[in-house]
């Protein structure tokens, strides 16, 4: 049995670079070998997977679980993001095994393959509005409101949530971004309040056939953080996805736009690391032994730009593959087909090896920074 090796390098700060620049804390964990050790923004240690099959063997491990109880007991909750523990709000990020399965079993229905794409077409409607109204300045930055307006107008559109909120909500998707707590605190509050009005009289929307789904003892309060959850994790991986799929599809006019979104997310997935698990008993992992309540990250990024497998690891693994992965596709996928078929002239104003990305630290994505375009060329 050996220790995993610890590294001086940290891949939670708050960095900026080219657009296809790499990051060299990634590659210097996957030098180290197939489980490294870092130390945690909250303190203390923490463990990094950086090998696909150790990867998926990990996220299938009921060893491992996701409840923040099982954290390390030194961390400050805020510091490390964590959301409450599972016995505090159950939720399909927090709970696993049986309990996960059947919340699962209630969400999975209203996000198949079959009734993402029966709304395809409003959701081609949708990119299309947004991207006419961006059309009315000679120039325009995609950054600046269309990567964050267009994932979220479809989410509340397919909950059911008036689109008159969708300015409400696009300002506090913002603010998520802002790395402030007080900021984001905010935003969440706006959101959580969001999703209540998606269960309005009279609504008939995925967020009140979701309240008709759940099991029977779920509290209203836990519904409508469900219906958060949602809106949450479908538009921040979405944006952060949307901008380099967008100066990709302005550089690259014969690539299908499948193809392209599957390529994009493999080198720019929306969440470069998975949540955090936790050890619930003395584990093995690669040959390392980690004590119970050790902290786990998989590095999705890493390892979907060095191993080219059949299936990265984009939308996870296991029994948390994320359950918005179609709708997550389609939404890049029509918004390649509208740019490419109703501005076939679009061009980015500054060459594409001058565009730039950032990241707020922590475990979250980068997004680009700007994204200039001419969209009638």
């Given amino acids: 049995m050996t220790q995993a090796p610890h590294l001086d390098v940290d891949p939670f700060a708050a960095t900026e670079r080219g657009i296809d620049e790499p990051s060299p804390e990634r590659a210097a964990m996957r030098a180290a070998g197939p489980i490294v050790q870092v130390d945690a923004p909250a303190g203390g240690p923490a463990w990094i997977i950086t090998d696909d099959a150790l990867a998926r063997q990990v996220l299938a491990d009921p060893r491992l679980a996701k409840d923040p109880a099982l954290a390390p007991s030194t961390w400050d909750r805020r510091t490390a993001g964590l959301e409450r523990t599972a016995a505090e709000q159950p939720s399909l990020t927090t709970l696993d095994g049986p309990e996960h399965a059947r919340l699962r079993r209630a969400h999975t229905p209203l996000l198949t393959g079959k009734r993402i794409r ?94 008709e789904r759940v099991p029977p003892e779920t509290t209203p309060d836990q519904l409508n953080y469900h219906l958060f959850a949602l809106i949450f994790a479908g538009q921040l991986t979405t944006d952060a996805s949307l901008g380099f799929l967008l100066a990709r599809a302005l550089v690259d006019r014969t690539t299908p736009a499948e193809e392209l979104v599957r390529d994009t997310l493999r080198r720019h997935p929306a969440a470069p690391f998975t949540l955090w698990r936790y050890t619930t008993t003395e584990v093995e992992l690669g040959g390392v032994r980690l004590p119970a309540h050790s902290p786990v990250l998989v590095d999705i990024q890493g390892i979907n730009t060095t191993e080219r497998g059949a299936h990265d690891l984009s939308f996870g693994a296991g029994p948390h593959f994320c359950i918005g992965a179609q709708l997550a596709q389609l939404e890049l996928r029509a918004a390649v087909a509208v740019l490419r078929a109703d501005f076939p002239d679009a061009r980015l104003t500054i060459p594409f090896e001058e565009l730039r990305q950032s990241g707020i630290g922590g475990i979250q994505g980068h997004r680009l920074t700007a994204l200039p375009v001419a969209l009638r060329g």
Avoid: K, W
């Fill in 118 to 211: 029966e709304q395809s077409e409003r959701i081609h409607a949708i990119a299309r509005d947004l991207l006419t109204r961006a059309d009315a300045t000679a120039e325009v930055d995609l950054m600046a409101d269309f990567t964050t307006r267009y994932p979220i107008t479809v989410l509340l559109d397919l909950l059911g949530v008036p689109l008159d909120q969708v300015d409400r909500a696009t300002d506090a998707c913002r603010l998520m971004l802002s790395g402030d707590p007080a900021e984001q605190g905010a935003a969440i509050s706006a959101l959580m309040g969001l999703a209540a009005a998606g269960l309005g009289d009279g609504n008939q929307g995925l967020a009140v056939e979701l309240g």
